[in-house]
């Protein structure tokens, strides 16, 4: 995965600031950017397929959703769209005319970084194989190794792993991690998920100074990027 190339995220912003902001803060984050400051221009580059469009409302020459529209027409790559419009007509607006998701500004870099995260990742290649630092999840043979070495899970063990690996970057309460572990039907404490995680990281954590799974105090547990 370190020799992948960058991914290009190509932003349509035509304020100068927020242009440049969002520029330096998916630089540093490892993607490559380019900037279009009005809706004609970032339609231009949108159809040489970036990895990702973070396209904003309010453009000169072409508004962002009659870019979208036309985006859409021709290609299937992911739209992020930004607006300081905070109605609902305005959000289904956009998704029905094709965008993934929506941000209303001001919003927090963090959360426009995770949701692109998010977006590339759905446009993965599907694979039972899930990689994340040095630990390798192989969900044909239900296997799980760490800096190489097999580590030997019960069956719950195991769910609750793949569970965390499969919604990173969330925080999970310990009723949320209950219920999609172990099933709303299953009687039982939540509690429960606090022993499992002290065994979990008994087995993957032990012995590592990268500590994979996090605890929020007072709100969860969480496997973050």
Not at 40 to 63: Q, S
Not at 112 to 123: F, G, M, S, Y
Not at 177 to 198: A, C, H, K, M
Not at 217 to 223: E, K, N
Request: proline share 3%; charged share 35%; hydrophobic share 40%.
């Amino acid at each position: 995965m370190e020799n992948a190339q960058p991914r290009t995220v190509l932003v349509v912003e035509d304020d100068p600031a927020i242009g440049r902001v969002l520029q330096l803060e998916l630089e540093h984050e490892g993607y490559r950017v380019e900037l279009a400051t009005d809706g004609f221009t970032g339609l231009e580059r949108a159809l040489k397929e970036p990895d990702l469009v973070v396209l904003d409302l309010m453009l000169p020459r072409m508004d962002g959703f009659e870019v979208c529209k036309r985006i859409r027409a021709k290609s299937t790559v992911p739209i992020i769209m930004l607006t300081a419009r905070e109605t609902i007509a305005d959000r289904v607006a956009g998704l029905d005319l094709g965008a993934d998701d929506y941000l209303t500004k001001p919003f927090s870099t963090d959360e426009l970084l995770a949701r692109v995260r998010a977006r590339l990742r759905e446009r993965e290649p599907q694979s039972n194989v899930i990689e994340f630092r040095d630990l390798v999840m192989d969900r044909d043979r239900h296997e799980v190794k760490r800096s190489g070495k097999l580590v030997s899970l019960t069956a719950k063990e195991y769910a609750l792993l793949e569970y965390l690996l499969l919604h990173r970057n969330k925080v999970h309460t310990r009723d949320e991690l209950f219920n999609g572990v172990w099933g709303s039907d299953f009687l039982g404490d939540s509690n429960l998920i606090d022993v499992y995680i002290r065994y979990l990281r008994g087995k993957i954590d032990d012995g590592h100074e990268d500590k994979l799974i996090s605890t929020v105090r007072g709100v969860g547990y969480t496997i973050k990027d």
